[in-house]
């Protein structure tokens, strides 16, 4: 295992994948899907399988307004630090074509 997969490992173990799951059901899947890998409409973009610290910056800098866009601005203003570590996580570790860390 390379440092790198190790610390992600060790993420994944501190973030809390079934919290994840529970919050992408109530509020992301409607767009994204559950499994972060199927959008509703090409519009959303895929999140399965994308680099947790990725995920975690850009919810952080929507809440933050670093980054702008309406709908994501509403979504990230109901997540606290922990939830945005807990869906960043586990949509990481969903199955996905845009992965490759093999
Ligand atoms: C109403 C539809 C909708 C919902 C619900 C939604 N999103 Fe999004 N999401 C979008 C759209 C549209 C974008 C693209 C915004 C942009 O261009 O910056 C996006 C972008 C993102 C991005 C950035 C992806 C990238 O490649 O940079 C992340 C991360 C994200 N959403 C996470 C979430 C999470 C987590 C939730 C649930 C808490 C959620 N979204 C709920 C529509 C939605």
């Known amino acids: 295992m390379t440092l790198a997969a190790a610390a992600l490992?060790?993420?994944?173990?501190?973030?809390?994948l079934a919290a994840g799951k529970?919050?992408?059901e109530e509020i992301c899947a409607a767009c994204h899907g559950i499994d972060g890998a199927k959008p509703t409409t090409p519009e959303y973009p895929k999140l399965a399988g994308?680099?947790?610290?990725?995920?975690a910056k850009a919810l952080r800098?929507?809440?933050?307004?670093?980054?702008?866009?309406?709908i994501m601005a509403g979504m990230a203003a109901?997540?606290?630090d922990k939830?945005?570590?807990n869906v960043a996580m586990y949509f990481y570790v969903q199955p996905s074509?845009?992965?490759?860390?093999y």
């Open 50 to 55: 994308q680099y947790p610290d990725y995920l």
């Open 22 to 24: 529970k919050k992408v």
């Open 78 to 80: 109901t997540l606290t």
């Open 83 to 85: 939830d945005i570590e």
């Open 61 to 70: 800098d929507y809440k933050s307004g670093a980054r702008k866009n309406p």
């Open 97 to 101: 074509e845009l992965a490759s860390r």
């Open 9 to 16: 490992a060790a993420n994944a173990l501190a973030a809390d």
